[in-house]
T-cell receptor, first 115, second 111 residues
């Protein structure tokens, strides 16, 4: 498989559940990203990992917990979410985090619904 | 802080007509500028980007964009729309500190 893959593609969870989103990139990139995409709003960058170290955390609530065990895999652990967290969660990767002119390659996203 | 404004959340054109999607940015340093496209049920895909050099940038699928510093704009154009161009288009601006995306413009192509 090539590019950036994300699983699951769809997820419905209750506010008390714990779930995880998975992202895998097959491009040999060093940087990986989590974005939140809500209707009619700009993409919101949540987390950035470079060489498996978290380099950006943009004021994301602690109910979202990222994990990057190696340069090919990125997880987003979800716990006690709120209905307003329902959105499309996109994973992306790029060759390097800097300079910021690198193209980012996106996965298809996980559509999350919190009930 | 830098920002991106995409004028028009929804643009509708007829097949064969000119496509013009507007993007204005603000940045305190020379920016890097991007256009991404998102087809239904897919992630974003790079159409084109401006980093340095020639201000008219050509991308995939017949799209191009021109960086106009004096107007702080990076509008996306295509001479003749195809039905397959129906998608959501995102402009993004980046410097060495962060990258910001616009809210997107949904393009509809009528037969």
């Amino acid at each position: 498989e090539t590019g950036v893959t994300q699983t699951p593609r769809h997820l419905v969870m209750g506010m008390t559940n714990k779930k995880s989103l998975k992202c895998e990139q097959h491009l040999g990139h060093n940087a990986m990203y989590w974005y939140k995409q809500s209707a009619k709003k700009p993409l919101e960058l949540m987390f950035v990992y470079s060489l498996e170290e978290r380099v950006e955390n943009n004021s994301v609530p602690s109910r979202f917990s990222p994990e990057c065990p190696n340069s090919s895999h990125l997880f987003l652990h979800l716990h006690t979410l709120q209905p307003e967290d329902s959105a499309l969660y996109l994973c992306a990767s790029s060759q390097n985090h800097h300079p910021k002119k690198e193209t980012q390659y996106f996965g298809p996203g996980t559509r999350l619904l919190v009930l | 802080a830098q920002s991106v404004t995409q004028l028009g959340s929804h643009v509708s054109v007829s097949e064969g007509a000119l496509v013009l999607l507007r993007c204005n940015y603000s940045s305190s340093v020379p920016p890097y500028l991007f256009w991404y496209v998102q087809y239904p049920n897919q992630g974003l895909q790079l159409l084109l980007k401006y980093t340095t050099g020639a201000t008219l940038v050509k991308g995939i699928n017949g799209f191009e964009a021109e960086f106009k510093k004096s107007e702080t704009s990076f509008h996306l154009t295509k001479p003749s729309a195809h039905m397959s161009d129906a998608a959501e288009y995102f402009c993004a601006v980046s410097n060495n500190n962060d990258m910001r995306f616009g809210a997107g413009t949904r393009l509809t192509v009528k037969p």
